[in-house]
């Protein structure tokens, strides 16, 4: 079965999570002040500060997500890679000093720096919950994939434990452990990709890979019934019936002759290979009657020079309808422009001392972030040919594909993809607990607290945004984690981008324009998502035809309309009086 466990996969599992709590209990005390607890004391040096920035940002959907659909659909899952990376550019020449010369503690400190206003206070605020939650979903259905194999626990209980793991993290310590915790999972996790590409690489290319005969080319139906038994092919699924494992070439480059496989390989020698072979995909149908909903899963073969073109996944490439075309631009623009509007990321320029420190940091984790995201072309592409996916679930591609070398390559693997949830939740949660305790309770509802009384009200925010976002993680089960995470990079980017750029690049920027824009971009953008067809179809379960919206992604929309909306207001209220310093 693909979701055996195993006791030597449980130890290493459990070791690494009590090494990341250990470490957060025994940096507990420095987090006991409102500067210590939201910002670190600013004291991070710039070289670790870079190591967490990749850490916080390399998240499930870049792990998991990004792997799942390369493995899936070939390459336009590395196009989430492309645009997850080229939005750094915008955080390294815009964003990065500014920003810290702007805050304090929060994004909102950023954007309210020059009015002292209530109500920039008030939509940031809101803005972050929103992005923070949106994007706290694709961690949690992540975490949730991973404990179904490695311990055999059911998908809730995944996300159960992340959720109270990440709570613990935040509660004790703050911005201290959090940033050490993702220091730690991004050196882990960057250099076992990087072992994991050279196994890849060392061990080719084969013809049925992890078969003793011939590929079985037959459909596989798996049944949820309404009562929540599984059947497979009509039997009840367990151990001695399950889904066959999929995921394999079925012909080699004729160069290769008759040989089983192709031995080592370079990297551009492993893409050439791969692009003149033959590769069983798996297309799903879904249907639902009385007795439940049916899953049919039927194998094709493809020429993987297919699979390497633009087109797989994103249709509008290869069709030539202008919505299709339309949503995949869309994208693109809200991940270029959502990465440095993410209030997760921004609330980390804070740890550093000074903006040279904020640019130093942000060039160290563009290096280990491009180096990542390298890297998971040759995962994805080594998962799409290993014998050993999922059909039912692509978050699991890279962690079974360390299954097909080692158990206990498995095990190290989806443990660090288990602490990559945790260091990505964990500056989420201290995002919008710090919205919460500093921008809402303090400065908008006007509650002056001691010192000790913000750190506390940090922590009680930081337990209601881990329970909800567990409810969420368990409502979300089934989606891959990269396309869910393309909502909140679409919020982020058009609620928050137009507000901080006009605002660090045109002084003709107002309070009320800033406002209108944060409120404007962030409703437009939820709207569009909530009315677009891919919700329809993936959360209302209904046809995607009813969808008002005419493509799923709003970006191309939205993150204009924020602009434009900032300008018009800004220019029909009275100037700005001179910033103060």
Same mark, same amino acid.
């Given at each position: 079965?693909?979701?055996?466990?195993?006791?030597?996969?449980?130890?290493?599992?459990?070791?690494?999570?009590?090494?990341?709590?250990?470490? !957060?209990?025994?940096?507990?005390?420095? &987090?006991?002040?409102?500067?210590?607890?939201?910002?670190?004391?600013?004291?991070?040096?710039? /070289?670790?500060? &870079?190591?967490?920035?990749?850490?916080?940002?390399?998240?499930?959907?870049?792990? $998991?997500?990004?792997?799942?659909?390369?493995?899936?659909?070939?390459?336009?899952?590395?196009?989430? !890679? +492309?645009?997850?990376?080229?939005?750094?550019?915008?955080?390294?020449?815009?964003?990065?000093?500014?920003?810290?010369?702007?805050?304090?503690?929060?994004?909102?400190?950023?954007?309210?720096?020059?009015?002292?206003?209530?109500?920039?206070?008030?939509?940031?605020?809101?803005?972050?919950?929103?992005?923070?939650?949106?994007?706290?979903?694709?961690? #949690?259905?992540?975490?949730?994939?991973?404990?179904?194999?490695?311990?055999?626990? =059911?998908? *809730?209980?995944?996300?159960?434990?992340?959720?109270?793991?990440?709570?613990? +993290?935040?509660?004790?310590?703050?911005?201290?452990?959090?940033? *050490?915790?993702?220091?730690?999972?991004?050196?882990?996790?960057?250099?076992?990709?990087?072992?994991?590409?050279?196994?890849?690489?060392?061990?080719?290319?084969?013809?049925?890979?992890?078969?003793?005969? =011939?590929?079985?080319?037959?459909?596989?139906?798996?049944?949820?019934? =309404?009562?929540?038994?599984?059947?497979?092919?009509?039997?009840?699924?367990?151990?001695?019936?399950?889904?066959?494992?999929?995921?394999?070439?079925?012909? $080699?480059?004729?160069?290769?002759?008759?040989? %089983?496989?192709?031995?080592?390989?370079?990297?551009?020698?492993?893409?050439?290979?791969?692009?003149?072979?033959?590769?069983?995909?798996?297309?799903?149908?879904?249907?639902?009657?009385?007795?439940?909903?049916?899953?049919?899963?039927?194998?094709?073969?493809?020429?993987?020079?297919?699979?390497?073109? %633009?087109?797989?996944?994103?249709?509008?490439?290869?069709?030539?309808?202008?919505?299709?075309?339309?949503?995949? /631009?869309?994208? #693109?623009?809200?991940?270029?422009? @959502?990465?440095?509007?993410?209030?997760?990321?921004?609330?980390?320029?804070?740890?550093?001392?000074?903006?040279?420190?904020?640019?130093?940091?942000?060039?160290?984790?563009?290096?280990?972030?491009?180096?990542?995201?390298?890297?998971?072309?040759?995962?994805?592409?080594?998962?799409?040919?290993?014998?050993?996916?999922?059909?039912?679930?692509?978050?699991?591609?890279?962690?079974?594909?360390?299954?097909?070398?080692?158990?206990?390559?498995?095990?190290?693997? !989806?443990?660090?993809?288990?602490?990559?949830?945790?260091?990505?939740?964990?500056? $989420?949660?201290?995002?919008?607990?710090?919205?919460?305790?500093?921008?809402?309770?303090?400065?908008?509802? @006007?509650?002056?607290?001691?010192?000790?009384?913000?750190?506390?009200?940090?922590?009680?925010?930081?337990?209601?945004?881990?329970?909800?976002?567990?409810?969420?993680?368990?409502?979300?089960?089934?989606?891959?984690?990269?396309?869910?995470?393309?909502?909140?990079?679409?919020?982020?980017?058009?609620?928050?981008? =137009?507000?901080?750029?006009?605002?660090?690049? *045109?002084?003709?920027?107002?309070?009320?324009?800033?406002?209108?824009?944060?409120?404007?971009?962030?409703?437009?953008?939820?709207? *569009?998502?909530?009315?677009?067809?891919?919700?329809?179809?993936?959360?209302?379960?209904?046809?995607?035809?009813?969808?008002?919206?005419?493509?799923?992604?709003?970006?191309?929309?939205?993150?204009?309309?924020?602009?434009?909306?900032?300008?018009?207001?800004?220019?029909?209220?009275?100037?700005?009086?001179?910033?103060?310093?």
């Amino acid at each position: 079965m693909l979701h055996d466990t195993s006791p030597l996969s449980v130890g290493i599992f459990t070791a690494f999570v009590a090494g990341v709590l250990w470490l !957060s209990f025994r940096l507990g005390r420095k &987090g006991q002040s409102a500067q210590g607890y939201y910002a670190a004391h600013g004291q991070v040096h710039w /070289a670790v500060n &870079g190591i967490a920035f990749a850490g916080d940002y390399l998240s499930a959907a870049s792990f $998991l997500g990004i792997c799942g659909m390369i493995a899936f659909h070939g390459y336009d899952g590395f196009l989430y !890679s +492309i645009g997850f990376l080229a939005g750094w550019v915008v955080a390294l020449f815009v964003i990065a000093e500014p920003i810290k010369a702007l805050g304090k503690f929060t994004f909102a400190d950023a954007l309210d720096a020059r009015f002292d206003s209530r109500g920039i206070k008030l939509a940031v605020a809101i803005s972050t919950l929103v992005v923070s939650i949106f994007y706290l979903i694709p961690q #949690m259905v992540g975490a949730g994939s991973l404990v179904t194999p490695l311990l055999g626990l =059911p998908h *809730w209980a995944g996300v159960i434990l992340v959720g109270v793991a990440v709570t613990m +993290i935040v509660v004790t310590a703050g911005m201290v452990s959090t940033t *050490w915790v993702q220091f730690i999972k991004g050196s882990l996790l960057v250099l076992f990709c990087g072992v994991l590409t050279v196994l890849i690489l060392g061990r080719g290319l084969a013809v049925n890979a992890g078969r003793s005969g =011939p590929v079985d080319l037959a459909p596989q139906v798996r049944t949820v019934r =309404p009562d929540g038994t599984v059947l497979v092919d009509g039997k009840p699924q367990g151990p001695d019936h399950d889904l066959r494992p999929v995921g394999t070439l079925t012909r $080699l480059p004729e160069r290769f002759g008759d040989a %089983p496989s192709t031995g080592p390989l370079g990297p551009l020698a492993y893409l050439s290979a791969l692009e003149d072979s033959t590769v069983v995909v798996w297309e799903k149908s879904t249907r639902t009657d009385a007795e439940g909903t049916h899953d049919t899963f039927t194998p094709r073969e493809r020429p993987a020079a297919e699979l390497l073109r %633009p087109g797989g996944y994103f249709k509008g490439l290869a069709g030539k309808t202008l919505a299709g075309r339309l949503d995949f /631009a869309s994208l #693109m623009l809200a991940l270029f422009c @959502g990465t440095a509007s993410l209030p997760h990321n921004l609330i980390r320029y804070y740890t550093v001392k000074d903006a040279a420190a904020a640019r130093k940091s942000t060039v160290v984790g563009i290096a280990a972030i491009g180096g990542f995201y390298v890297l998971t072309l040759y995962l994805g592409l080594g998962a799409m040919t290993s014998g050993a996916l999922d059909p039912t679930d692509t978050n699991m591609a890279a962690p079974l594909l360390a299954k097909s070398f080692s158990e206990t390559l498995f095990a190290v693997i !989806s443990a660090i993809a288990f602490t990559t949830v945790l260091g990505t939740v964990s500056g $989420l949660i201290m995002a919008g607990s710090g919205a919460v305790a500093h921008d809402l309770v303090e400065n908008v509802c @006007g509650v002056r607290m001691t010192d000790h009384e913000k750190v506390r009200v940090g922590k009680l925010a930081a337990v209601a945004l881990g329970i909800v976002a567990m409810a969420l993680g368990i409502l979300f089960k089934g989606f891959n984690v990269g396309f869910l995470v393309g909502w909140a990079f679409n919020i982020a980017a058009s609620a928050n981008l =137009p507000a901080l750029v006009m605002l660090l690049f *045109w002084p003709r920027t107002t309070k009320q324009g800033i406002i209108a824009a944060v409120t404007v971009g962030m409703i437009a953008s939820l709207g *569009w998502i909530l009315l677009s067809a891919d919700t329809f179809e993936k959360v209302y379960g209904l046809p995607g035809s009813l969808a008002p919206m005419p493509f799923s992604q709003p970006g191309l929309v939205t993150i204009p309309l924020g602009f434009l909306v900032l300008v018009v207001v800004s220019l029909l209220t009275p100037p700005p009086v001179p910033a103060r310093r």
